[in-house]
């Protein structure tokens, strides 16, 4: 019986991770700031633990109860929209240290015990802007174009030890929270220079008619990135990713 640990599991991506990973019988460590334990069926095989991506010492202190792990799942995450020349840098530093020096950090702290035995998975979340630009997300998407350079990097350094890194790119998701927390960040979209793209933008995020991403479809990505030593290190999620990543082959 293997053992994955998932970031940012409290909704969305990373709790629909957990379910997918406990029903086909792995033992999950489902880990989110403020640990809720009403969030996944009980199970045997399910530990609910508290980490902060942002935190050193919550970081090691949850990579230490959680033992030996086969599997990472670097899921945490959040976006903001705002004009890029209008967006405050406290927010832009807060998306990186979440999005981009939490995964780094995550990593980090898993990486030895699956150099020392020279086998694991590292899947990094990130996102399908980093493939087709989109406006009023730069500093978002920046951050997570930082982590696949990361990503794509390290797969290269650790091959040698016979661990496997790979990339999930989601679409799109209407049926997460993750919209809904990135318009509570909204900064500048009522600026006279950018109301009328911003309106057209939330249009277009709000549109169910085209191909969007569900939150399964994501977990089946990342099923597939840890369970099969065949699959590319860079795996678009949803209709709309595989859409996007078929047009920049």
């Not at 409290?10 to 460590?29: C, H, K, M, P």
């Not at 802007?129 to 990503?151: D, G, Q, R």
């Amino acid at each position: 019986m293997k053992t994955v640990l998932i970031t940012g599991c409290s909704s969305g991506f990373g709790l629909e991770i957990a379910r997918y990973f406990l029903a086909r019988d792995w033992r999950v460590v489902a880990t989110m700031r403020t640990p809720r334990t009403d969030l996944l069926e009980p199970s045997d095989r399910l530990r609910v633990l508290a980490l902060d991506v942002t935190d050193p010492e919550s970081i090691s202190k949850a990579v230490e109860a959680a033992g030996p792990i086969d599997v990472l799942v670097n899921n945490a995450g959040f976006g903001a929209a705002s004009p890029a020349e209008l967006v405050a840098l406290d927010t832009v530093r807060d998306i990186f240290e979440t999005n981009t020096f939490g995964t780094i950090a995550v990593t980090q702290a898993v990486l030895p015990q699956f150099r020392q035995r020279r086998a694991g998975v590292v899947v990094n979340v990130t996102s399908s802007v980093t493939l087709k630009a989109l406006p009023l997300i730069a500093a978002y998407s920046a951050s997570k174009a930082a982590v696949n350079a990361f990503t794509a990097s390290m797969a290269l350094e650790l091959e040698q030890f016979g661990v496997q890194v790979r990339l999930v790119l989601p679409g799109r998701a209407p049926d997460t929270r993750f919209g809904e927390n990135a318009r509570a960040r909204m900064h500048g979209l009522d600026h006279e220079a950018y109301a009328d793209l911003a309106s057209k933008v939330i249009a277009g995020l709000q549109d169910t008619s085209s191909p969007t991403t569900r939150a399964q479809d994501v977990a089946e990505a990342v099923w597939r990135a840890a369970t099969d030593p065949s699959s590319p290190m860079r795996i678009p999620a949803g209709a709309d990713a595989e859409a996007w990543a078929a047009e920049v082959r």
